[in-house]
């Protein structure tokens, strides 16, 4: 035998009928910080930015930039040399 039960009811109701809490409000506030803290970390994340801090590092850190950026073409050269 198979039985379907079909209810109408909105996510607020179905939360009170199963007994669980209303978390709005928590949410909402986790979303606010999120996004707090997604636009204080864009900033870091210019161009500019990104060049003052590692330049603050001296020449090694340059180096290990030049290092990074060479391996990472060096992933995509081999990327599309494969296909």
Known sequence: MKMN???DCTPAEARAFLGLPDV????????K?????????MAMLAPEELMKNWAA???GAQ?????????????????????
């Open 33 to 41: 910080e999120m996004q707090a803290r997604m636009e204080a970390n």
């Open 57 to 59: 590092f001296g020449v």
């Open 5 to 7: 039960v079909e209810i």
């Open 63 to 83: 180096e290990t930039f030049r290092k990074l950026m060479q391996a990472a073409t060096d992933a995509s050269m081999g990327a599309s040399r494969s296909k």
């Open 24 to 31: 709005t409000g928590l949410n909402d506030r986790l979303v």
